[in-house]
């Protein structure tokens, strides 16, 4: 009896940390199998690559853990990709005056901002005041803003958007730099955004209350908490996520297309249930989901440095996807398991 | 005297002409009550009587068709629990409304949390007072446990907890509080109600446990049909008093007279030696025991965590590693799965209806179908009118109050909804059915009946094993009643010698007093 609860102990923590162990076999692997891979560029390009992934799969991390899904954030990150853009390469025309404002970088960056937080509200607000389905909800916005992404160039790429000395908009390009030369900066405000989002989420009372809607949202209700406003800041959250993916990813390629970050919300789908969020809500960390962005990009880059054809490329990451959730439906019954016992050894 | 008759005068808060209407059902009609302060005021009512009803009204959680509220001489009016909470009222709903995925001082203090500065919840606190509250109901467990991973009983403490951390508590509604603690923690609880209504403090208090009530009650009101019948301090009533204000006529449940001569029966199901250890030693079910015939109707008796759910579960197959053999119609057979289980013939009720037996998603009809849709495919389609025809003669059969089959589950009162899951058992047409505390939150008068439904499919040659904590309940059904105490079988008493006092006794044997 003692020896099968020694064996389940170890095999839950093994079973605990895999996506890290997950990660370690594939930093190996890729090392032996492409030759370049274990160099100071590959580290970088995995990283900023990581950096977007990772900031996306946070904001849809508190999404999925009150019971949701937010579809829209990769159409998201193209239009306010492509807000910015727009701003600094043609301005603000306002036809009224006749006039053509340019703005700052940081006013560029908040403006985008909201941008983001107002399609999280609309979510938001479709979701809790309409009931629509989460997953409906986010699928119509996923067009409407690829649409609009679109229809502000008429599909065309804003490029080279550095900005013009004598207009006072340069810098844009900072976001996509690295500075002492080696750290990048999305990488930077991919650890801010996930310390105050982990702090935010284990140490307040906001924190509980989106655990609590994902856990039973009746009695979330029931017992006082404003379950409506909290989905409706949880996706507003997602939308300014998706919006700083959106400036980081255009700052990066110097260039907003109005394509950029098609199919990545399933990037931040698959990063946060590799990271052990569960689907059916209430259940989730911010930790774990940067160890899950982390593995969805060393498979990406990883794959593309040994030549793996695209087509097999997404093949592989399904398969590791759908293996992630295998693995973790067994660790929780694992777990019921051991806690059975648990319980009836206090009886 | 003098200062019981003061008391009696000062009122906490009166409904006044409340009427709520649901699509199809008038839950309350015209209903006037008062919360008498500082004493304990029992709500009494058949199933769907509109109790619960009531108290979500003066909760916040529902609001009222039409009719008001006063607290004093003031008009109030709730439009959520906040509000509700904010002029300090409580409540433990009759449903376990708690959050499986959180420990247990989350559950405690959701939406209520203690922080340091603004935003940083104190945890350290919480612990504290969670260990504090749980000792002072005689139930520690500790805070950091999952909710999930507790019993319903230790649920049921939790849910009780939450409401006792609030400190300007004016009334605390109790809906059917003890429906799954055991005697020991009924006590408890009664205990620190009394300690409650001393400082001041109204409490409601709803079960369909009438003893209970003649025990801890101060005032008594009665609801039928959703109408005020009648109130009247409990000093001057007594049970078949309320029994029949309850239902209009007198019931009591009446022993079963059946002459039958069970060693001529043919054995159906036998089990020899179960066994299911304690991973840390010990056992949880000890070398227990037993045969069901042919007709019969077994009770299994037993203090709460005597074992009694855990051999349901190793007859269900949810304890592979279990040891012992079980015999199905003279033949041992290896129990592995449910669906196996099920397959051979066995059909589980199980204890928590929330939980294990009702998909709340789905409407009242289809629950009742569900496990049973084989029986109505005919080619790959189900055949509608087969199905609908049997669901409604379950409806009838068990008296489920409803008014349209096709209404969401929820939307039926909690009794109402047990009655659901024992229907659903019997459609699936068992050999066996086991019933786990299939009359938890049910009143007299549908424990009569869903018993009369047992009696009947018992005569027709199903054979059921039954679990009540409930005596009087397992005298009245059973044929031959087992007895467990700390996973061992103590009794095994037929026909007139299962006596309340035998029954009591078998179920201590090995217990040291607390
Ligand atoms: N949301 C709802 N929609 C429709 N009908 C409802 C709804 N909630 C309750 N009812 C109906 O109102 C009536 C009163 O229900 P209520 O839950 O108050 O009964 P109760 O007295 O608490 O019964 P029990 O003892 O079984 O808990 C029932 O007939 C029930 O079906
Ligand atoms: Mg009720």
């Known amino acids: ?347 | 005297m003098n200062t019981n008759e003061k008391m009696e005068d000062a009122v906490c808060l009166r409904a006044e002409n409340i009427s709520k209407i649901y699509p199809g059902t008038v839950a309350l009609d015209n209903v006037s009550f008062e919360v008498k302060t500082g004493r304990v005021n029992v709500l009494i009512g058949e199933n769907g009587a509109g109790k619960s009803t009531l108290m979500k009204i003066i909760a916040g959680i529902e609001q009222p068709s039409s009719g008001k509220l006063f607290m004093g001489d003031q008009e109030v009016s709730f439009h959520d629990t906040t509000e509700a909470r904010s002029h300090g009222i409580g409540i433990i709903h009759q449903e376990l409304s708690l959050f499986p995925n959180l420990n247990v001082y989350q559950n405690i203090f959701m939406a209520r949390e203690k922080t340091k500065g603004h935003f940083q919840l104190n945890n350290k606190q919480h612990a504290e007072l969670t260990e504090r509250i749980l000792a002072k109901l005689e139930h520690p467990i500790p805070p950091e446990t999952l909710v999930g991973n507790l019993r319903v009983g230790q649920q049921q403490m939790i849910e009780i907890a939450r409401n006792l951390i609030q400190d300007d508590l004016k009334i605390l509604i109790m809906d059917e509080p003890t429906s799954s603690l055991s005697a020991q923690e009924v006590d408890v609880l009664f205990k620190l109600m009394r300690e409650l209504t001393e400082e001041g403090i109204s409490i409601v208090y709803i079960s369909h446990r009438l003893e209970e009530i003649m025990r801890i009650g101060d005032h008594v009101t009665i609801l039928r049909d959703g109408k005020y019948v009648v109130d009247e301090e409990v000093s001057k009533i007594d049970v078949p008093w309320i029994v029949q204000h309850m239902v209009g006529t007198d019931k009591t449940y009446h022993k079963r007279e059946r002459s039958i001569d069970w060693s001529k029966a043919e054995t159906i199901l036998e089990v020899k030696n179960l066994t299911l250890p304690k991973s840390g030693g010990g056992y949880l079910v000890n070398h227990v025991s037993f045969e069901v015939k042919k007709g019969e109707i077994l009770g299994i008796y037993g203090l709460l965590g005597a074992g009694r759910t855990e051999i349901f579960e190793c007859i269900m197959g949810l304890h592979p590693e279990h040891e012992g053999e079980i015999f199905l119609n003279g033949e041992p057979i290896s129990v592995k799965s449910i669906s196996e289980q099920i397959d051979r013939g066995f059909a589980l009720v199980p204890e928590d209806r929330q939980r294990e037996g009702l998909v709340q998603t789905l409407d009242i009809g289809k629950n009742i179908s569900l496990s049973s849709l084989k029986n109505y495919v005919k080619g790959p389609f189900l055949d509608k009118q087969q199905e609908n025809a049997h669901i409604d003669e379950v409806i009838k059969d068990i008296h489920i109050k409803v008014s349209d089959k096709k209404l969401p589950i929820l939307s039926l009162s909690g009794g109402n909804q047990q009655k659901v899951v024992i229907g659903k058992g019997i459609l699936t047409q068992p050999k066996i059915l086991l019933l786990d505390e299939p009359s938890r939150g049910i009143d007299i008068g549908a424990k009569t009946e869903v018993f009369d439904i047992i009696n009947q499919y018992a005569s027709r040659g199903l054979s059921i094993v039954v679990i009540s904590s409930e005596l009087k309940e397992i005298i009245a059904i059973a044929d031959r009643v087992i007895v467990l105490s700390n996973g061992k079988k103590t009794a095994e008493l037929t026909g007139d010698d299962i006596k309340e006092d035998s029954l009591v006794l078998a179920s201590y044997q090995g217990h040291h007093g607390h």
């Open chain 1, 1 to 347: 009896m003692k020896n099968s609860k020694t064996n389940h102990s170890i095999a839950m923590t093994v079973l605990k940390g895999r996506t890290f162990i997950v990660l370690v076999v594939l930093l190996i692997f890729f090392s032996f199998a492409a030759p370049n891979f274990l160099s100071e560029n590959t580290f970088m390009l995995i990283a900023k690559h990581v950096a977007l992934y990772g900031i996306l799969a946070i904001g849809m991390t508190y999404v999925i853990i009150t019971g949701g899904i937010d579809l829209s954030v990769g159409a998201v990150v193209g239009f306010t990709g492509m807000i910015a853009g727009g701003l600094i390469q043609e301005g603000l025309t306002l036809q009224i005056f006749g006039v053509t404002l340019y703005f700052s970088v940081p006013w560029i960056v908040l403006i985008v901002i909201v941008c983001g937080a107002l399609i999280g509200w609309l979510n938001g607000i479709i979701i809790t005041r309409f009931n629509v389905a989460p997953f409906i909800a986010t699928l119509g916005m996923m067009y409407v803003a690829r649409g609009f992404a679109m229809l502000r160039s008429n599909g065309a790429t804003y490029s080279d958007i550095t900005g013009k000395p004598a207009l006072g908009n340069t810098g844009f390009d900072f976001f996509g730099s690295s500075i002492f030369g080696k750290i990048p900066v999305g990488v930077i405000i991919l650890v801010v955004i996930a310390l105050i989002t982990a702090a935010i989420l284990k140490e307040t009372p906001f924190g509980w209350h989106v655990l609590s809607i994902g856990g039973n949202e009746r009695a979330a209700k029931l017992s006082g908490v404003k379950v409506n406003r909290v989905k409706i800041i949880v996706y507003i959250l997602s939308g300014v996520c998706a919006a700083i993916v959106g400036i980081i990813t255009t700052s990066q390629l110097v260039a907003a297309h109005p394509a950029t970050g098609e199919s990545w919300e399933m990037n931040a789908i698959a990063a946060a249930v590799l990271g052990g969020t569960s689907m059916a809500g209430g259940v989730g960390t911010i930790g774990g989901t940067i160890v899950g962005a982390f593995v969805i990009g060393v498979i990406n880059d990883g794959m593309v440095m040994c030549g793996v054809s695209e087509f097999w490329q997404m093949v592989i990451k399904g398969l590791v996807i759908v293996l992630a959730v295998i693995i973790d439906q067994f660790q929780r019954n694992l777990q019921a398991k051991i806690a059975l016992q648990a319980r009836n050894e206090n009886k």
